[in-house]
């Protein structure tokens, strides 16, 4: 029988067939019922869905952590993340004393909180939490960069990425979760410290705090669990407790604070003068009013450059029930066109509508300052709590306004009034009541982060804390002899203070964690 000659395509069809390599791999798997490597995980996640007061969490097992770092490789490698990511860390805890010394290691990722902060306080909503799951979820798409949720988020979970300009954090695995495939963290573990529980929603309660050094549970109400039968000194702490780091120093937000508050300053000082002088008296008025909205345009617009995805800042009033960014945002969006609307009404001389153009611009102004005061004190940070934050801030436009005012009107050959130069004491005393007593904190016998807070300042950071004093001395002392060149050092000044407030501040974080490379 007459054999037909093959062809080259018949040549190559045979010896594909004969590369059988890919082709035993695939018939492997699709006659195994279940993965190849579910005999070292499936014990560690659970084969049912968590029920309508049920979530899913991460349980570690301390007493087996090594502290090896496969998770962080794994999570690394699986996610695809850039070379100074990460969304699981691995940090150290140290205890007892010289003759009993113990040492931890605690691996962490996101918390999956019950009660999430970063959610609360995302000014896109770019964040969700899964009804059925608990699983808190980062929506890429919806978020700006404006990285709100670090300072937020007590346990430095979320981290930024500067190529993508986002922020992006730990998902738990849930696309792996939900196909019965074991969290990446969970899977690599060689002993197996890591997995995955169903708890209940309240688990928080259980303890104010999920390890030593970790933030009160009851700000976010983490729900993770970490077990062990040993028994751990009293005095576990993190083993970086006491080192001294500056934080990032955001300068974008260091520029626009300061001069936000000082355009808000300019039109108090204008409000002042309208009711101490006489009606019409208005010649230092328009300068000033263009002085303010001019320091208002800059802050604002050198704001922006702190925004990883600054297209997207439109999206900013979606978080306004519950986002104090989101109504900074919004209010200083629309602080500029009212300034501009009562820079016209002074320009045409229509004195019915200037003085309640002038108290609107002011009042929406301050009501700007407290949600600038309220977006860091929100954080929870000691160092920058509630009252703190209202005398640095609320100092600041009282200065910065009162500085330039005195200025502007010496420049128009002016006199100052008494109640400008009491505008400028009372903002000097709120500032120096604060800032001076924070650094007598240095001298505390018990560490603190007040401590801490002070050490950075006296420590790393004095060469920004003499500037600051600096400047704000020399600026009093040539406010009498050249009060345009004092105003400038006064306001360079208050600049430097702003910076101090970042560089100063202890970020809460789990313990023993490196700082973010990208924020360092």
């Keep these: 029988m007459h054999t037909p000659s093959t062809n080259l395509i018949d040549k190559l069809l045979t010896e594909q067939h004969t590369l059988t390599a890919v082709e035993t791999f695939s018939k492997q798997h699709d006659q195994a019922a279940i993965p190849a490597q579910a005999q070292y995980y499936r014990d560690l996640i659970p084969l049912s869905k968590p029920n309508k007061d049920e979530q899913f969490a991460f349980e570690v097992d301390l007493d087996i952590c090594t502290g090896c770092k496969a998770c962080v490789v794994a999570c690394h490698s699986l996610n695809g993340l850039d070379k100074d990511e990460s969304w699981r860390d691995v940090g150290v805890i140290t205890g007892g004393h010289s003759e009993n010394a113990f040492q931890q290691t605690v691996t962490t990722a996101c918390h999956h909180c019950a009660d999430p902060a970063c959610m609360n306080g995302c000014p896109t909503l770019a964040y969700e939490k899964d009804e059925q799951t608990g699983i808190v979820r980062h929506l890429d798409d919806q978020c700006i960069g404006c990285q709100y949720c670090i300072l937020k988020c007590p346990y430095d979970v979320p981290k930024y990425n500067a190529k993508l300009g986002i922020v992006r954090k730990c998902d738990m695995c849930h696309g792996r979760l939900k196909e019965g495939e074991a969290p990446a963290c969970v899977q690599s573990c060689p002993n197996g ?7 209940d929603k309240n688990i928080h309660e259980q303890a104010p705090h999920m390890i030593a050094g970790a933030y009160n549970s009851q700000y976010t109400k983490p729900t993770t669990t970490f077990r062990s039968k040993k028994t751990r000194p009293e005095n576990m702490a993190p083993i970086d407790e006491q080192s001294l780091m500056p934080e990032h120093g955001h300068l974008p937000l260091v520029w626009m604070l300061t001069f936000t508050q000082v355009a808000v300053g300019v039109f108090t000082a204008m409000c002042i003068l309208d009711i101490i002088r006489e009606p019409g008296n208005n010649a230092a008025q328009l300068p000033l009013a263009i002085v ?65 153009a002038r108290s609107a611009c002011c009042v929406l102004g301050l009501l700007g300052v407290f949600t600038s005061v309220m977006v860091y004190a929100d954080t929870k940070r000691e160092f920058w709590r509630l009252g703190h934050t209202i005398a640095r801030f609320y100092g600041t436009t009282l200065i910065g306004g009162s500085v330039l005012t005195i200025a502007t009107l010496t420049f128009f050959k002016q006199d100052t009034p008494t109640q400008i130069l009491g505008m400028l004491g009372i903002g000097l005393l709120l500032k120096t009541s604060i800032e001076i007593p924070s650094l007598l904190s240095a001298r505390d016998s018990k560490w603190s982060s007040a401590k801490k807070s002070a050490l950075l300042q006296t420590g790393p950071l004095r060469r920004d804390l003499i500037c600051r004093w600096s400047l704000l001395l020399l600026g009093l002392s040539l406010m009498i002899i050249a009060p345009i060149v004092g105003a400038i050092a006064i306001l360079t000044s208050e600049w430097y203070a702003r910076k101090l407030f970042f560089r100063a501040v202890v970020a809460h974080k789990m313990p023993g964690q490196l700082p973010n490379p990208a924020h360092s």
């Excluded at 410290?193 to 708890?199: E, F, P, R």
């Design 193 to 199: 410290a890591i997995s995955i529980k169903i708890v």
């Design 292 to 356: 303010g909205l001019g320091f208002a345009c800059i802050g604002l617009g050198v704001g922006f450059l702190h925004l990883g995805s600054p297209l997207g800042a439109w999206r900013a009033f979606l978080g306004l029930k519950k986002s104090w960014l989101s109504r900074e945002i919004v209010t200083f969006g629309v602080w500029p066109p009212l300034a501009m609307a009562t820079i016209a009404i002074l320009w045409f001389g229509i004195d019915d509508l200037l003085t309640p």
